[in-house]
């Protein structure tokens, strides 16, 4: 009986252990420097996007890693097979990177749902992260854009 009881009293610390360590302030401090990033529609509401600037915030002649997750609308669950491609715009005219150019293919594909872009923007100013999907599941679409805007300092 005392094997049990201590057994028992042994596996409760443990319990008490293990759930203050996960709401200890180090923990919560931890957490809350991962970048929360953005989530947007996509323009025809099909998608939507999550953009993560790694490092956060965006600064010029820093590399900067683009983290792009596709969702399905209105979940947190990722959606694979998407044709896609990532532009980036400052002042919302100019293109000043394309993804697609770099492979010379009119668009990129995603088996996995979730992509890193690194790209360097030299100059501060105004943009806009256009990210256009044009097929799910191997099924084309009519391209859909979810437009992210930035200040770069």
Known sequence: MRAVALYTSGFVLTAILCWSSLFSSN???????????????????TLDVKLEPI??????????????????????????HVDYDFI?????????????????????HTAEGILT???????????????????INFIPMATENADFHVNVG
């Open 88 to 108: 980036i715009l400052k002042d919302n005219t100019t293109e000043v990177f394309r993804a697609s150019q770099q492979t010379g293919q009119p668009l990129l």
């Open 117 to 135: 872009i690194p790209f360097t923007l030299e100059d501060p100013g105004s943009y806009t992260i256009r990210v256009p999907v044009m097929g």
């Open 55 to 80: 490092p956060s915030p965006i600064e010029s002649g820093q590399e900067t890693n683009y983290k792009v997750t596709f969702l399905q609308k209105g979940t947190d669950i990722i959606q694979v």
């Open 27 to 45: 923990s919560l401090v931890q957490t809350s420097g991962l970048p929360s990033g953005d989530i947007k529609p996509t323009s025809g509401g």
